[in-house]
């Protein structure tokens, strides 16, 4: 029985105690600045945002303004209730505590108070690292930041009190630039989408190639679209809407990136299997393809998952990185809000795909000397025929490498740009660049014979016209002959 009641007298000693509605707690104050650091012997107590200094409460003088004045009166101590989070969602009701810290300064411009006793719409939680987790209001974010969205404080009639800062709706952009650029946007918009029809409805241009083009296509006309629209209305848009346009953007714009980079392995595969066809084997079309779906949605998917966890959840703490959609814009806070999120796995895509072309290049200038060579030894049809497809096959990395530095010339230049801080529409030009991607994604991919021969040859079979195939061969084919399996066998004996 001794040992029994040791055990539970230490228990009493290690447990944290909440503190009865009668003591007094202690409250560690710590200055609202531009840039508050929280101290290290302060960051394991509990956090709140507080008004006013510890010893003062909220009034209302003799012109009616709400002000902070002293108080001495032991009803009006300050003493919230911080809720814990389990998977369950907020213990309720919270507890109170003898020791911890308060955020002290008033974050508003303006503000109003809540009121969860009328409204379930005002219902809220505060959380141990400070945050107020407010899942019913609809016009402020759902996690409001002490020092920043919200502070706490006593009204002596009316007990503890929650006031939220109104959010500061930034005047309409008038810049022509942004106009200029979103206009560039939604002109591309159109080209996209006829690149995917012109290569959907055309058999011989349904390879993987060119499916891997069409989900490129789609992805960036939905991120067009979208930035388009938060240039253009994101004064317009609740802050809802604001923060799952930003997620619609974050991720079709890394899934396009992830679309480029299959396109850039399937161009070094090609190559690759081009000159080494005696001791390569290509996987089936369709498993291929199915295995490049997995790698181009599952990360974009897994990147996103971990966005919206890390923005909406209540039980990540506030000094890890956020993307802080919505909070300035329908986009992240800041560059340095967006470099892990964003930045960092688009440099990793960007600079893989530099090396891609680097290897594919390399091979492609080895294999040119030795088919001249070859050529110059005997000058076999075989030969020639090798020579004429592999020039054709240089035409479609050219191809691609046009098209990644146009999708990653300018993301690079942003972030140099972020880098050296300067001003980001210095970068205009390569701004209207990128925001015409879609025109010159048409031209290239649709515009360039045979490509353009063949589709026109299905709209008018569509059509119902009696037209005569295409001679595959006779053409200045750019990829087809290599992905469809037209390459006639090499002779390597003399």
Same mark, same amino acid.
């Given at each position: 029985?001794?040992?029994?009641?040791?055990?539970?007298?230490?228990?009493?000693?290690? @447990?944290?105690?909440?503190?009865?509605?009668?003591?007094?707690?202690?409250?560690?104050?710590?200055?609202?600045?531009?840039?508050?650091?929280?101290?290290?012997?302060?960051?394991?107590?509990?956090?709140?945002?507080?008004?006013?200094?510890?010893?003062?409460?909220?009034?209302?003088?003799?012109?009616?303004?709400?002000?902070?004045?002293?108080?001495?009166?032991?009803?009006?101590?300050?003493?919230?209730?911080?809720?814990?989070?389990?998977?369950?969602?907020?213990?309720?009701?919270?507890?109170?505590?003898?020791?911890? @810290?308060?955020?002290?300064?008033?974050?508003?411009?303006?503000?109003?108070?809540?009121?969860?006793?009328?409204?379930?719409?005002?219902?809220?939680?505060?959380?141990?690292?400070?945050?107020?987790?407010?899942?019913?209001?609809?016009?402020?974010?759902?996690?409001?930041?002490?020092?920043?969205?919200?502070?706490?404080? @006593?009204?002596?009639?009316?007990?503890?009190?929650?006031?939220?800062?109104?959010?500061?709706?930034?005047?309409?952009?008038?810049?022509?630039?942004?106009?200029?650029?979103?206009?560039?946007?939604?002109?591309?918009?159109?080209?996209?989408?006829?690149?995917?029809?012109?290569?959907?409805?055309?058999?011989?241009?349904?390879?993987?190639?060119?499916?891997?083009?069409?989900?490129?296509?789609?992805?960036?006309?939905?991120?067009?679209?979208?930035?388009?629209? @938060?240039?253009?209305?994101? %004064?317009?848009?609740?802050?809802?809407?604001?923060?799952?346009?930003?997620?619609?953007?974050?991720?079709?714009?890394?899934?396009?990136?992830?679309?480029?980079?299959?396109?850039?392995?399937?161009?070094?595969?090609?190559?690759?299997?081009?000159?080494?066809?005696?001791?390569?084997?290509?996987?089936?079309?369709?498993?291929?393809?199915?295995?490049?779906?997995?790698?181009?949605? %599952?990360?974009?998917?897994?990147?996103?998952?971990?966005?919206?966890?890390?923005?909406?959840?209540?039980?990540?703490?506030?000094?890890?990185?956020?993307?802080?959609?919505?909070?300035?814009?329908?986009?992240?806070?800041?560059?340095?809000?967006?470099?892990?999120?964003?930045?960092?796995?688009?440099?990793?895509?960007?600079?893989?795909?530099?090396?891609?072309?680097?290897?594919?290049?390399?091979?492609?200038?080895?294999?040119?000397?030795?088919?001249?060579?070859?050529?110059?030894?005997?000058?076999?049809?075989?030969?020639?025929?090798?020579?004429?497809?592999?020039?054709?096959?240089?035409?479609?990395?050219?191809?691609?490498?046009?098209?990644?530095?146009?999708?990653?010339?300018?993301?690079?230049?942003?972030?140099?740009?972020?880098?050296?801080?300067?001003?980001?529409?210095?970068?205009?030009?390569?701004?209207?660049?990128?925001?015409?991607?879609?025109?010159?994604?048409?031209?290239?991919?649709?515009?360039?014979?045979?490509?353009?021969?063949?589709?026109?040859?299905?709209?008018?079979?569509?059509?119902?016209?009696?037209?005569?195939?295409?001679?595959?061969?006779?053409?200045?084919?750019?990829?087809?002959?290599?992905?469809?399996?037209?390459?006639?066998?090499?002779?390597?004996?003399?």
């Amino acid at each position: 029985m001794g040992l029994i009641c040791i055990y539970v007298f230490f228990v009493y000693l290690l @447990t944290p105690i909440a503190c009865t509605s009668d003591a007094i707690p202690i409250i560690y104050s710590i200055p609202l600045q531009n840039e508050t650091t929280m101290p290290e012997e302060y960051k394991h107590l509990p956090l709140v945002g507080k008004c006013c200094s510890i010893d003062e409460v909220l009034i209302k003088d003799t012109h009616g303004n709400t002000v902070c004045a002293p108080s001495n009166d032991s009803s009006t101590y300050f003493s919230p209730l911080f809720s814990d989070f389990n998977h369950t969602g907020a213990l309720v009701p919270g507890d109170k505590y003898e020791t911890f @810290t308060a955020l002290v300064g008033n974050p508003c411009n303006q503000r109003y108070m809540l009121q969860p006793e009328e409204s379930n719409d005002d219902e809220y939680y505060l959380l141990m690292n400070g945050s107020i987790f407010a899942p019913r209001l609809d016009h402020v974010p759902i996690m409001l930041m002490p020092g920043k969205n919200y502070c706490m404080e @006593t009204v002596p009639s009316l007990g503890l009190r929650t006031f939220v800062c109104f959010q500061d709706v930034p005047p309409p952009t008038t810049d022509a630039r942004v106009i200029i650029y979103a206009c560039g946007l939604l002109i591309s918009v159109p080209f996209l989408i006829l690149t995917i029809v012109a290569y959907t409805i055309t058999p011989r241009l349904r390879d993987v190639h060119g499916k891997a083009l069409c989900l490129y296509c789609g992805c960036l006309a939905l991120a067009f679209t979208t930035l388009a629209i @938060t240039q253009l209305a994101s %004064g317009q848009l609740s802050p809802q809407a604001c923060v799952s346009i930003a997620f619609v953007i974050q991720f079709s714009f890394v899934a396009c990136f992830f679309w480029l980079n299959v396109m850039c392995i399937e161009t070094w595969a090609l190559v690759h299997h081009h000159v080494n066809q005696r001791s390569y084997r290509r996987i089936q079309p369709k498993m291929l393809f199915f295995y490049y779906s997995i790698w181009a949605w %599952g990360f974009p998917a897994g990147l996103i998952l971990v966005s919206m966890l890390m923005d909406l959840s209540p039980t990540i703490p506030m000094t890890y990185v956020k993307p802080a959609f919505g909070s300035e814009s329908c986009w992240f806070k800041s560059d340095a809000e967006a470099l892990p999120y964003f930045y960092v796995p688009v440099g990793i895509l960007l600079l893989v795909n530099m090396i891609l072309f680097i290897i594919t290049a390399i091979k492609i200038n080895r294999y040119q000397q030795v088919l001249a060579l070859r050529r110059l030894a005997r000058n076999h049809h075989s030969d020639r025929e090798d020579q004429r497809l592999f020039r054709r096959l240089k035409r479609v990395f050219i191809v691609c490498l046009v098209l990644f530095f146009l999708m990653g010339l300018n993301w690079m230049m942003e972030l140099i740009s972020w880098g050296v801080g300067g001003d980001p529409f210095d970068w205009t030009a390569f701004d209207l660049v990128n925001a015409l991607q879609g025109v010159l994604v048409f031209g290239l991919f649709v515009l360039r014979r045979p490509i353009r021969d063949f589709v026109w040859h299905r709209i008018q079979k569509i059509r119902g016209m009696n037209t005569t195939e295409l001679n595959v061969g006779s053409m200045d084919l750019a990829l087809l002959p290599v992905i469809n399996g037209d390459i006639p066998e090499r002779s390597y004996n003399s």
